[in-house]
């Protein structure tokens, strides 16, 4: 790894209250993300996935740790220089309807971040709304329409050119594809190789299909109950798996070339989190949390 | 002599007692049911002539500033304790006590000391107080026994006709004769208990329900609305009754301080345009008169021709043409305020008023107040010597011309007081009795209505009705909407 | 063996149309009283008095032989007013709060809304009331107690309709564009809020004419000769058995506004609802 | 083969809207017999739930649906509404999509697994719960005494799915119809239901009709598979057949797209490898 | 369950002595005040005697003490005394608490008796001319002013048929107040279970349970109706805060002794501890009904019996 460290989240955590029960959405999870490179977390619904990518785009407040963006620390910034730095950090979301706004043209909304910038003109905005239409694969005549008029496909390819526009380095994609049909799917991650590649970002891909996160990413996290419980490449994960939620996580995706057979598989029981958990590492890149 | 005699009577009013305590209250509505509880040291008869009460009699010093009065023997309250001289002079303290904080404090006049010797009761005036005794007679003045506050709280305990069996405050109060009573009134013929066994006193505030009632026979007496009184009246089957004793009077007044109604003429015109005729016949239904004088008809001293020649009569062409010298026409409008409350019949008077203003060119905004609020408000438009002009309503009751002095004489009531002058004559009056007096308040009034500072419209103005079946005999009102139940009978 | 096709009629449905026609005949009443009208409201002996109806006055005369017509006509310029004065105001407060609670920080969204939650809990009649009450009555007076009366309606709806909203992806997408919360607010929420803010607007109208002329009845709102509806009623509802057409009259103009604009309000927001444009799509 | 207990013919739901009619099931034709489980597959909005609805005859009102669909020989296109409420849950069980929704939250899960018991085989309450105990028993949930007592939102997703299978079988129906039974649910949780479904399908010799549109849930699980494009079914046979050399070029394409780890773990070099043409082709 | 409500009432009392600080600066801004109120029919009292009757009141103290001095008394249960009448403001309003209870009570009686068959009609109808006919009908009941109805109700059913009293505040004259509130606010319960309903009837579950072959009736009245009620319940506790501030016009026209007469009546005559005393109870009756909901909610909503 070479390449500089764009993103740095440190022993973060975040607990929810709601109705009287504490929930640590986010139980002390550290990661880094290097320019360029794209970084999956996976994990089942609730493990805090979400949690931890709202958190690193300024969405939502961590309860402790410290956040790290292009070298500079958060947590010492506040209103506007704080807002100015997470402007490097953008986020697509998962569904497509609800993130675009139904009562504004696409291009306004794709033009939003660069008119909260202030630097440019109403025409300067046009000409860099037209081209990042050209760069997620939209036609120009589609920019001044409304939400609606798009399939689910092209209004992620709006959401992608969005968080395009204020010129990321680092963007959080939580489950960007999981809402769409899979031939729409495959276009939305080539859509998003493609711009890695023009534009150098940094992903920090969230999903919980192992599938997509084995294609796309080189490094995976696997979260599980608000921790990271192991961490490597994606052949670290993929082929030497240590940890027993991944493990099973693995052998639940379904394959084209087995059967089910209807034998019952007792559920596995997973170790509780507990204080005397710490990270072992299995290779220079590959660690794994073990009691 | 009655064929079938009912024993109760059921009465239905707009709003109930504040409280019974006679001390504390202010309102008519309270004193029309103390009166029924606590009976006066004085009486007054019609023509408001003084006569005994609770005490037979009573002596007044040269000076005019001592009174004795002799306190009846074996006068028994409501539980069976004895009302004497003690007792007089316990109320007059109660209510002089600062810590009762009692609204009529200053109506008792300047008294110095209260003496009891033996069944005489001593009174000694700071200085003469000529309407002393008329006080005496009215409402206000119910003596109650000193038993009432023995307990931890008020109980209503008199000598009164009625006594109190329990009160639902806002729903109900009841009351049974008092079998013991001894009348005094001259207006009331009944020597002892009242015909009546029971007498229950509700609380329907909606005109509409209380007429309702009547007519469904649910209640046998009401205050019935002024639309509907009419009707009563000539109908066979019930019994509209009028307080001609109410002392009750209205009158318009002036921000006199404010140009341009610091004219005399400007303000003559304006009560030339009044038709207040118009305002007696239709928007009070016919079931009031058209007042002459600053004081209500029938009290001391008013004599309503004399009225009539000083102040201002119906004539709107000549109501234009003092207008017009006061430098006012079609081009140039006068526009005044008409400030009002709201008051049954009265918000059919103003709108009248409105349309008499408008008819000599005088562009008049009704505004609208709560009570409270528009004599609060009146208390500042009036101090003031610049502003909007505004012609505005009040009433005004009382069972002496005396009221004069509180509404006049400097500051005045809502400051409406006039000048130095006036002040030293309200004051004379106050210090002379008899003929000498008599001359004295009419000099007032004479002066009051030849500068229009005053127009006197109607008389009586409010809650002085009363309307029943016709089964219902003997009711009368008297001072100050005094309500008399001694002489009813029912007829089943 | 076909199935029955039950076509759906695309024609509103009767009470849209009961709401929309009464509703138009109310305003255009308004708007026009002065022509329509056939006598000077205010004019006392217009004709003789307490007239029953007739050709000459449609709806009688009142007490000074005003003509009643002309007065109801006049009236519905003067509900309506009221109305749309309380509501416009009502709701500029109200929403201004419900949306600075929602989106102005954590600390001012709590306090706003204890206060807001507490004035909901208050009868708006009875708000309306006391401030009159305190006021005084007249015009003015009760227009602004019954606007200050809706506030915590709109406020409360105005919240729950942004904070709805605020936790929608497209409004935190908004947020990372890093624009502020003015800007959000107004750009972004408004137009996606406002129209089910307006259909809850005319909610409040028919609540607002009914509440005006329940002060006028008490004597404590618009103050006669002012021919409003309530007022009418309250100087001439002692004549219920002389002379019945001046209460029902007037009743009527107040039942019939009202329900046009329940009606129109429900039917509204029935058709603002997005539930009924049935699924949009399924699956996830 | 067995008979087949379920068929389908010419199968078509219409909707009328405001662009115009349009069938959103074309014409479609299926069977399913006892003892195997077919899989529909497609994109979302190809119609799949419709078809499913259809058989249930609970298609929302403002659908038209033609054709023939025999349950056991019976066609319940003609049965009258009464009818069709016997045919319902006892020949023909249905769970949904989503767990987390298609359960009462205010009834207890012995209420909701029990009714269908007392419903058509008349049983007493007591008689049903010992039935509904027996089938929480047969779907692997663990002190189903105590989950009988409870309320929805006490349970896990995957247990409500299962509590869901459970009260479908009480009634042992011949077929089984699961609309994406488990889209909501996590993959290691989605293993399990998967494994019941075919368990459920050898043991008791159900029919069960699968949808989903996952690829690899149809490769483990189904035994034959329709694919579906916009209303029609563009291609079926056994899922040996179909996966391994699709003949339609949608479901090719419908392979090329999916992702499994094997394939993915495979091609893994520098640059994820493309999975469509280049952008350019799907422009069009 | 036991700390939350505990909590509860903690936060519930600090907002009542908030309110009654609040309300007592308020009262004290507008123009007028209770002697002049009081005097207003009596030219008799002098400057001097207001100012004395003032400052007895303690009504020349400045505000701020005034409202301290009230806040504290209501700290130890003391409501004060009114200025009219010297009466405990606590036993006026204990007398009258009953009363608006009850036609709080038997008003939302009614409009439940008629207001939720009318919804379910109108909701399992939805688009139908039945649903059409009940809304309109129900709307109308909210459309018409409540003292005009009264009226009517007083000239019919007391005047013409002389079925019912006109006035007083008992078991028979309940009946004219009670119809007329139920018919207001049936429309309101109507429209909530109309659609409360057509939201459930929408719902996942419901169309399990026709999945499962239950017969209309059950699905209907088992499975759409209960979770249902937890709408109607929110509304139907709403409605009953309202009316526990009185109905003031309704109370006018029927002269039921309620709280709403009262506390109109302090208002007009600016008695301070009388209208804060006003507030105090009804915002009490407040935070009484929306625990009662939530432990309603509990037997209803199996959720909601966790916590
Ligand atoms: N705003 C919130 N308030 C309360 N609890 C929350 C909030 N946001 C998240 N949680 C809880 O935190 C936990 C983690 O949630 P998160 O959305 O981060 O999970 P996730 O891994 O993204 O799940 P999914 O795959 O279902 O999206 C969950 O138990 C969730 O209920
Ligand atoms: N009530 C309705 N009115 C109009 N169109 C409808 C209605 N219900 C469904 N449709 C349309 O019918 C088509 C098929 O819908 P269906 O729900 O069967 O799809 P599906 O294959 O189950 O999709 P998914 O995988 O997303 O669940 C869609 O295009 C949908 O928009
Ligand atoms: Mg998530
Ligand atoms: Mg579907």
């Known amino acids: ?291 | ?492 | ?284 | ?284 | 369950m036991i700390t939350l409500i505990a909590r509860r009432i903690a936060t519930a009392f600090m907002t009542i002595l908030a309110v009654v600080v609040l309300s007592g600066l308020l009262v004290h801004v507008v123009p007028g005040d209770p002697v002049t109120a009081m005097m207003a029919q009596s030219v008799t009292a002098s400057p001097e005697v207001m100012a004395e009757m003032r400052s007895q009141l303690g009504l020349d103290l400045p505000v701020w003490q005034q409202v301290a001095r009230y806040a504290g008394g209501v700290l130890t249960g003391d409501l004060g005394t009114t200025i009219r009448g010297n009466e405990p403001v606590a036993r006026l309003l204990l007398e009258r608490l009953p009363n608006t209870f009850i036609l709080a009570a038997s008003g939302l009686g009614v409009a439940l008796v008629l207001g939720v068959p009318l919804g379910f009609i109108a909701a399992i109808n939805r688009g139908r001319l039945a649903d059409t006919a009940v809304m309109i009908i129900a709307v109308l009941g909210v459309s018409i002013p409540g003292f005009w109805l009264g009226l009517a109700m007083i000239q019919i059913f007391s005047l013409k048929l002389g079925w019912f009293p006109v006035a007083g505040t008992n078991a028979r004259n309940l009946v004219l107040p009670a119809l007329t509130l139920g018919l207001i606010y049936c429309a309101l319960v109507a429209r909530m279970t109309r659609s409360a309903l057509i939201e459930i009837l929408a719902e996942d579950y419901i169309r399990t349970a026709r999945a499962r072959g239950l017969r209309e009736r059950e699905v209907l009245l088992v499975h759409a109706l209960k979770p249902a009620l937890i709408s109607i319940v929110t509304v139907v506790g709403l409605v009953f805060a309202y009316l526990m501030g009185g109905q003031v016009i309704i109370e006018n026209v029927f002269s039921w002794n309620g709280i709403g007469r009262l506390a109109i009546q302090a208002m007009l005559q600016r008695d301070y501890p009388m209208i804060q005393g006003f507030i105090v109870v009804f915002a009490t009756s407040v935070v009484v009904v929306s625990m009662s909901l939530d432990i309603l909610y509990g037997i209803l909503d199996p959720r909601m019996r966790q916590r």
């Open chain 1, 1 to 291: 790894m070479s390449a500089p460290t764009v993103l740095a989240l440190d022993g973060i955590r975040r607990t929810f209250s709601s109705g009287g029960r504490r929930v640590a959405a986010v139980a002390g999870v550290s990661l880094s993300l290097a320019r360029g490179e794209t970084l999956g977390v996976v994990g089942e619904s609730g493990s805090g996935k979400s949690t931890l990518g709202r958190i690193a785009v300024g969405l939502e407040r961590a309860d402790a740790g410290k956040i790290t963006v292009l070298g500079q620390q958060i947590s010492t910034l506040t209103g506007a220089a704080r807002r100015q730095q997470f402007g490097h950090c953008q986020m697509v979301f998962q569904d497509p309807y609800s993130s675009l706004n139904p009562r504004l043209t696409v291009a306004r909304q794709v033009g939003e971040s660069l008119v909260a910038q202030g630097r440019f003109t109403t025409d300067e905005i046009g000409d860099r709304v037209a081209a990042l239409f050209e760069k997620v694969g939209l036609k120009p005549e589609q920019l001044n329409r409304y939400p609606h008029e798009f399939s689910g496909g092209q209004r992620q390819r709006v959401a992608i050119a969005r968080a395009l526009a204020p010129n990321p380095e680092i963007v959080v994609a939580d489950e960007p594809v999981s809402a769409l049909d899979v031939t729409i799917q495959a276009q939305i991650l080539d859509l998003l190789a493609d711009v890695q590649e023009s534009e150098g970002l940094a992903y920090l891909f969230i999903s919980h299909d192992i599938a997509v996160v084995a294609h796309l990413c080189r490094r995976i996290a696997v979260m599980h109950r608000g921790r990271v419980v192991e961490f490597g490449t994606t052949d670290d994960i993929v082929r030497d798996a240590r940890h027993p939620y991944t493990q099973s996580l693995l052998d639940a995706v379904p394959r084209l070339g087995r059967r089910r057979t209807g034998a019952r598989t007792p559920p596995t029981v997973f170790p509780s989190p507990s204080e005397a958990e710490r990270m072992v590492m299995v290779t220079e890149s590959h660690g794994v949390l073990v009691v």
């Open chain 3, 1 to 284: 063996m076909n199935a029955p096709v039950r076509r759906r009629r695309r024609r509103l449905p009767l009470n849209v149309l009961l709401g929309l026609g009464l509703a138009t005949i109310v305003v255009a009443v308004a708007v026009l009283a002065p022509v329509i009208a056939p006598f000077d409201p205010m004019r006392m002996a217009a004709g003789p008095r307490l007239a029953a109806p007739s050709l000459a006055h449609l709806f009688g005369t009142d007490e000074f032989g005003r003509d009643l017509f002309s007065r109801v006509v006049r009236g519905a310029h003067l509900s309506l007013g009221i109305g749309l004065a309380a509501v416009v105001a009502g709701l500029a407060v109200g929403g201004l709060i419900g949306l600075v609670a929602a989106f102005a920080g954590r600390l001012v969204e709590a306090v706003l809304l204890r206060v807001i939650d507490l004035l909901y809990s208050f009868p708006d009649t009875l708000i309306a009331l006391a401030l009159v009450a305190f006021l005084g009555p007249g015009l003015v007076n009760a227009t602004i107690a019954i606007a200050v009366s809706l506030v915590p309606f709109y406020a409360r709806v105005a919240y729950s309709l942004a904070v709805a909203e605020r936790a929608k992806p497209y409004v935190e997408a908004a947020r990372l564009a890093g624009i502020g919360s003015g800007r959000l607010v107004r750009v972004h929420v408004m137009p996606n809020i406002g129209q089910s803010l307006i259909v809850m607007a005319t909610l409040g109208f028919s609540s607002a004419i009914l509440s005006a002329a329940g002060l006028s009845f008490l004597g404590l709102g618009v103050q006669p000769p002012s021919p409003e509806w309530g007022a009418i009623l309250a100087s001439g509802r002692n004549y219920i058995t002389k002379a019945p057409w001046i209460l029902i009259f007037p009743g009527l103009a107040i039942c019939m506004t009202v329900l046009a604009f329940n009606l129109l309000g429900d039917s509204l927001r029935d058709l603002a609802d997005p539930r009924r444009t049935a699924p949009q799509r399924a699956g996830a």
């Open chain 2, 1 to 492: 002599a009655q064929p079938a005699v009912a024993a109760g009577l059921t009465v239905a009013r707009s709003v109930d007692a504040d409280g019974l305590d006679i001390h504390k209250v202010s309102t008519t509505q309270s004193m029309q049911v103390t009166n029924l509880l606590f009976d006066t040291l004085l009486t007054m008869d019609r023509s408001g002539g003084i006569h005994p009460g609770l005490a037979s009699g009573y002596t007044l010093s040269e000076d005019g500033k001592t009174y004795v009065f002799t306190i009846r023997d074996g006068l028994k309250c409501h539980d069976g304790s004895a009302f004497d001289a003690a007792a007089v002079k316990f109320n007059i303290d109660r209510a002089l006590d600062p810590a009762t904080v009692s609204p009529n404090a200053s109506s008792w006049g300047p008294i110095d000391s209260v003496a009891v010797e033996g069944s005489t009761v001593t009174v000694t005036m700071k200085s003469p107080y000529g309407p002393f005794t008329a006080f005496l007679a009215g409402m206000q003045s119910g003596l109650m026994c000193p038993s009432s506050v023995a307990g931890a709280e008020f109980t209503p305990i008199g000598t009164g006709p009625f006594k109190l069996v329990s009160w639902t405050r806002n729903d109900r109060i009841e009351l049974a004769a008092n079998p013991d009573y001894v009348n005094f009134s001259p207006l009331i013929e009944n020597p002892g208990k009242p015909h009546l066994d029971t007498l229950t006193i509700m609380v329907v505030p909606e005109a509409v329900a209380r007429m309702a009632a009547l007519r469904s026979g649910e209640v046998d007496m009401v205050e019935p609305s002024l639309e509907e009184a009419a009707d009563l009246k000539d109908d066979d089957a019930f019994k509209v009754y009028a307080a001609d004793l109410s002392g009750q009077q209205v009158f318009a007044a002036f921000t006199w301080k404010i140009a341009p109604l610091d004219n005399p003429n400007v303000r003559k015109a304006i009560g030339m345009a009044m038709n207040r005729d118009a305002y007696a016949t239709i928007g009070f239904e016919g079931l009031v008169d058209v007042a002459n004088c600053p004081v209500a008809p029938n009290l001391f001293a008013t004599d309503e021709e004399k009225c009539a020649s000083w102040g201002v009569s119906y004539d709107p062409e000549a109501a234009k043409a003092l207008l017009a010298e006061a430098g006012y026409g079609p081009d140039k409008p006068l526009k005044v305020k008409l400030l009002v409350h709201k008051l049954q019949g009265w918000d059919q008077m103003h709108q009248i008023m409105q349309q008499d203003l408008a008819a000599i060119g005088v562009e008049a905004e009704i505004e609208t107040r709560e009570v409270a609020a528009f004599f609060d408000y009146m208390g500042t438009v009036n101090g003031k010597a610049e502003g909007e002009p505004a012609v505005w309503t009040m009433g005004m009751s009382g069972a002496d011309p005396d009221y004069l002095y509180f509404l006049w004489k400097q500051p005045g009531f809502t400051n409406m007081g006039l000048s130095d002058t006036m002040d030293a004559e309200l004051e004379a009056q106050r210090a002379l009795s008899g003929d000498a007096r008599a001359a004295k308040v009419q000099e007032i009034q004479q002066y009051l209505l030849e500068n229009a500072y005053a127009v006197p419209l109607v008389s009586p103005g409010w809650g002085w009705l009363m309307a029943s079946t016709a089964k219902v005999d003997g009711f009368k009102m008297g001072h100050m909407v005094t309500l008399l139940f001694n002489d009813v009978t029912v007829t089943e």
């Open chain 4, 1 to 284: 083969m067995a008979a087949p207990f379920l068929s389908v013919s010419d199968l078509s739901v219409r909707f009328d809207t405001d662009a115009g009619s349009f069938a959103a099931v074309d014409g479609i034709s299926f069977e399913l017999a006892r003892g195997e489980i077919l899989a529909l597959v497609g994109e979302s909005g190809s119609g799949k739930s419709l078809t499913s609805l259809s058989v249930m005859r609970l298609l929302p009102p403002a659908a038209a649906m033609t054709g023939t669909i025999r349950i056991d020989g019976t066609d319940v296109t003609t049965l009258s509404r009464r009818a069709m409420q016997d045919v319902r849950g006892a020949r023909i069980g249905m769970i949904f999509q989503e767990p987390m929704t298609s359960l009462n939250p205010v009834l207890s899960i012995a209420r909701q697994m029990t009714e269908g018991l007392r419903r058509h085989r008349g049983m007493g309450k007591t008689d049903a719960e010992m039935r509904a105990i027996a089938a929480l028993v047969d779907v692997g949930i663990p002190d189903p005494e105590g989950v009988m007592r409870q309320y929805p939102h006490q349970l896990s997703g995957g247990m409500r799915q299962r509590v869901m299978i459970a009260a479908a079988l009480t009634l042992e129906p011949g077929v089984l119809i699961a609309d994406e039974p488990t889209t909501a649910l996590d993959v290691t949780v989605q293993a399990q239901v998967l494994d019941l479904l075919v368990d459920l399908k050898t043991r008791l010799g159900s029919g069960i009709l699968l949808i989903t549109h996952d690829i690899g849930v149809v490769a483990e699980t189904a035994d034959r598979v329709a694919v579906m494009r916009r209303g029609k079914i563009v291609e079926s046979g056994s899922v040996a057949e179909v996966l391994e050399n699709p003949a339609h070029s949608y479901t090719r394409g419908l392979m090329a797209a999916h992702l499994t780890l094997d394939r993915v773990m495979e091609k893994r070099g520098g640059r994820p490898p493309r999975l469509t043409a280049p952008p350019e082709e799907i422009r069009s």
